[in-house]
């Protein structure tokens, strides 16, 4: 049996809804960082830059932090599988009742809202994520390029640099490079970085005009700015679509100029003196490949701006600009909330339309008699995608079971019972199907009855005496998401959980690789209380608890890789104590291994 939903149609889900939820939260996480910015805008830049930061970081933050919580939940919103939304079902159940195709769950999210929308959401964000990765690593290699491709300043001015690093407190040594491929100086690179200066700025500034301008770029060097400018531009490409998430980032920008300024001027000690080399420097700015390497390089910001603001004169700022970006927000604030409205609209007129019954799931089947036996094949509508299973049952367990033009069984589970009707002809079947689950279980294990975790469990006969076990073990949560720890019994989670209970991918792969309670209490007896997927390596290179405790005697404190070598090259305790009583010094396992594979014997 397997469920055609894989985990990845249902974090492609999780994402979808997280981006359209981040339409609001996106806009009120840009609405709080301007009514902050505003309170602080006579405050230091260096504060206003970590605001704009944390905002940044709060709204990669909001995405993720939904999907996580839609991902584990099974109330996440509308679920599609492949390239379309669940669409409506109708059949009746077996009792002659309409299933509704449009319920709604426990959090009023229908699972047939919006068939054309998730997909493309999906779709658009993942074509616009790569298109503006493309545009970027184009830039990084642009960047990369250049810083290869300068000529050396002078020593003199290197002298310069070295000087002005030592006042910096940089510790890291800067390339200064000669390029007329930028306009304006920009720093280039983390771990080594590059220092381009244009030679329009080497022949146009005055000596200590251009120690400013330097200072002013290595002052991005000390702090990391071009680092911190690629993770930024990260945010940027995965939340390309919200106007906010761009004003937020711009913001930062500026605020990190405004913070190399101050640096600068607090080296130079001439506020007037560096703000009269900015001004020359903007105009000595030509024409060149900069904006290509925009994203890559660790400055940006107006001049004119900073100019303004290192003299005392109020910032110029455009009407338009400034605020077409608030509005856009100030727009998406309610889209997320319209949608939900307009899903739980269209579903409730569907379900007032119907007789529902919200514990039943309804479906499709399809089989074939083969001898004693019926090879099914079943697919159900659920709140997290469309389900399916095939399997071959004894007709012994199908209650009811007659072949012919009106045929009805069932398939009773501790979990629920799946209805069956429809119709036979030359051995082969097909109909309708519906569950129902049983709330018992489902109370227990804490889960929607209208979901494909049930299902799961139903399909895999999972018993409520063993539901009952998992859960005051503490596998409660585990159960309900997979169905694979009903793979390893309950005797065997008993012995094995100790006083911490594994996780259930490692328990389930502990008893797939044949490790036994006894062979983890061997192990540990011997000294080595070791993780699962040690465990697991070393039973599958056959260092077993006997042969274990003779190498410790011989050699204690062996890690397992060295135990792992040690039995693959057939090397034993006595091995290693005859080695040892012959050798003036304590022999290492490299040592015993070479001994070993050469053929020395004692």
């Known amino acids: ?29 840009g609405l709080a960082a301007a009514g902050v ?18 905002f940044l970081l709060l709204m990669l933050a909001l995405p993720v932090a939904t999907v996580l919580r839609l991902a584990g939940s099974p109330a996440a919103g509308p679920a599609f599988n492949g390239a379309s939304l669940v669409g409506p079902a109708s059949p009746s159940s077996p009792g002659g009742s309409p299933v509704a195709a449009g319920r709604l769950g426990e959090e009023g999210r229908p699972i047939d809202a919006l068939p054309p929308v998730l997909p493309w959401v999906f779709g658009l964000w993942l074509a616009g994520v790569a298109a503006l990765s493309v545009y970027h690593l184009g830039g990084w290699r642009v960047a990369r390029r250049l810083s290869r491709q300068g000529r050396a300043a002078g020593e003199e001015l290197e002298a310069q640099v070295r000087g002005l690093c030592r006042r910096l407190g940089i510790e890291r040594a800067v390339i200064l490079l000669e390029s007329a491929a930028v306009a304006v100086p920009s720093v280039v690179g983390w771990l080594r970085p590059v220092l381009l200066v244009p030679a329009s700025t080497l022949a146009g500034l005055s000596p200590r005009q251009l120690e400013a301008i330097l200072a002013h770029e290595l002052a991005h060097v000390r702090r990391h700015d071009y680092l911190v400018n690629l993770l930024q531009t990260a945010v940027e490409t995965l939340l390309f679509y919200h106007p906010a998430v761009w004003w937020v980032s711009n913001r930062m920008r500026h605020e990190r100029e405004n913070c190399c300024d101050d640096l600068a001027v607090a080296v130079c000690g001439d506020r007037l003196g560096y703000a009269r080399a900015l001004a020359d420097l903007e105009g000595l700015r030509s024409a060149g490949p900069r904006r290509a390497i925009a994203a890559m390089a ?8 900073r100019i303004r603001r290192l003299v005392g004169v109020p910032p110029r700022r455009s009407p338009r600009r400034s605020w077409v970006a608030g509005l ?37 089947w399809s089989g074939e008699l083969q001898g004693d036996q019926l090879r099914l094949e079943v697919k159900m509508h659920a709140r997290m995608g469309r389900w399916a299973v095939m399997d071959t049952y004894p007709l012994s367990q199908l209650a009811g079971f007659t072949a012919g033009p009106n045929a009805r069984f069932e398939l009773r589970r501790d979990a629920g019972t799946f209805h069956f009707q429809g119709s036979f002809k030359d051995s082969r079947g097909n109909g309708t199907a519906a569950f129902s689950p049983n709330p018992e279980f489902a109370r227990l294990i804490d889960v929607s009855p209208d979901n494909t975790g049930i299902l799961e469990l139903a399909a895999h006969d999972v018993s409520l005496g063993f539901a009952r076990e998992m859960k005051e073990l503490g596998y409660v949560r585990s159960l309900r998401q997979s169905h694979n720890l009903h793979l390893a019994f309950v005797g065997y989670v008993h012995d094995m959980i100790g006083r911490r209970p594994p996780a259930v991918d490692r328990l389930v792969a502990l008893r797939a690789h044949g490790v036994t309670p006894d062979y983890v209490r061997g192990m540990k007896a011997a000294g080595y209380d070791l993780g699962a997927w040690e465990l697991i390596d070393l039973h599958d290179h056959d260092v077993t608890p006997e042969w274990l405790r003779g190498i410790v005697k011989a050699y204690p404190g062996a890690s397992p890789e060295d135990l792992i070598a040690m039995r693959v090259q057939g090397v034993d305790g006595a091995f290693i104590r005859e080695a040892q009583s012959r050798s003036s010094r304590p022999l290492t396992v490299p040592q015993i291994l070479s001994l070993h594979a050469r053929g020395v014997s004692s």
């Open 37 to 54: 910015l505003i309170l602080l805008k006579n405050g230091k830049a260096s504060v206003r830059y970590a605001v704009a930061a944390g």
């Open 1 to 29: 049996m397997n469920a055609i939903d894989s985990p990845m149609i249902q974090a492609v889900q999780a994402v979808a809804w997280a981006l359209v939820h981040f339409l609001w939260q996106g806009a009120l996480a």
């Open 298 to 305: 660790a400055d940006g910001g107006s001049l004119a701006d």
């Open 328 to 364: 856009l927000a100030l727009a998406l604030l309610p889209a997320g909330a319209a949608i939900q409205l307009a899903c739980s609209h269209g579903s409730t007129s569907k379900q007032e339309s119907q007789a529902t019954s919200t514990a039943d799931l309804a479906g499709t």
